[in-house]
């Protein structure tokens, strides 16, 4: 099992973008993603110039479609054809996220808490799912950086309460990436690490996220493992409650030349379970060790630090291991 950086939130001209769709892969790959989402707004023409040339030159695209509605926004990725957006109502939405999954498609909700109508007509999630289970992940970062917009703040509670209830969900970033940067000037990125079993491909990267087998971050990398009963389980796992021990090993390697530029630096390793922080203890640069009694519900690993103009702020989420009776 490898952890990849993926950027799960394109556009291009094919929408509301300035990219081609090669300058859009080629940029993602110019920034060390392993691979990309094209995620146009209703549309997925896009996905009909991405060659198999193309992908060897630059990464791995995954074909995929934001469904733009009045009611939220949707990243469908995947499945093997189209399913119709246009007249779905808060109260059908059970409905055509179960034809989505019937495909083989991937779902996730996109900024849920955007700021909405009448601003920003349709951006906040005003669907009324009751099958979160035919819902996959929820993007609780969104554009460059998570830590200056009310969306990204409002989104992690959001996604906790969803959790709480009890649905298995992962989390993602995305940058909402619509177009080239300026010369010279990198700016913060986000990256969706996926747990991919085996050689990185569309389906490799879709089942890390129906599995769970996510974290985002702003630089820094993770290793989470639990051992619970001589068995070594990771993230979107179900474990037991009652004793574990869980290790998270950081690298502050990868991709290191285009965040350190930032200044990021990592303070502390904090254990949230159930929306509560649990254990935190200091970062030294040696792996962590957090010795506990599981209760039923659901613990993540969190990395907060610093980085260029903000302090006391995630780095790092991990999606969750959960704990049941």
Request: proline share 6%; with cysteine; aromatic share 8%.
């Amino acid at each position: 099992m490898q952890y990849l950086p993926f950027e799960l939130h394109c556009h291009t001209q094919h929408s509301d973008g300035t990219f081609t769709v090669p300058q859009l892969l080629e940029s993602v790959a110019a920034y060390g993603y392993t691979g990309m989402a094209l995620t146009d707004h209703n549309a997925v023409t896009g996905y009909l110039e991405i060659t198999e040339e193309l992908q060897k030159r630059t990464c791995l695209a995954i074909p995929g479609i934001e469904w733009t509605t009045f009611f939220g926004h949707m990243l469908v990725l995947g499945g093997n054809r189209f399913v119709d957006w246009r007249f779905v109502t808060p109260d059908t939405i059970d409905e055509a996220l179960a034809e989505i999954q019937s495909i083989g498609g991937v779902v996730g909700v996109a900024h849920p808490c955007e700021v909405g109508s009448p601003l920003m007509c349709g951006c906040n999630w005003e669907f009324r799912v009751t099958r979160w289970d035919l819902v996959n992940y929820v993007e609780v970062w969104s554009e460059p950086d998570p830590h200056t917009r009310a969306k990204n703040i409002l989104a992690l509670p959001w996604y906790d309460n969803l959790l709480n209830q009890g649905h298995h969900l992962a989390l993602s970033a995305g940058r909402d990436w619509h177009g080239p940067d300026k010369p010279g000037k990198v700016p913060l990125l986000t990256a969706t690490y996926l747990g991919i079993d085996g050689a990185p491909s569309i389906s490799s990267a879709l089942d890390a996220l129906r599995a769970g087998r996510t974290y985002v971050t702003l630089g820094p990398t993770l290793d989470i493992q639990l051992h619970q009963g001589g068995a070594c389980f990771g993230l979107g796992d179900t474990v037991h409650a009652g004793e574990a021990e869980l290790t998270v090993q950081i690298a502050e390697t990868e991709r290191r030349e285009l965040w350190s530029r930032h200044q990021i630096h990592i303070d502390r390793v904090r254990l949230t379970a159930n929306g509560a922080p649990l254990q935190e203890v200091p970062y030294t640069g040696e792996p962590v060790t957090f010795r506990e009694i599981l209760s039923p519900g659901w613990l993540r690993v969190e990395l907060l630090g610093s980085y260029t103009g903000a302090s006391e702020q995630r780095l790092a989420i991990t999606s969750p291991i959960y704990a049941d009776i």
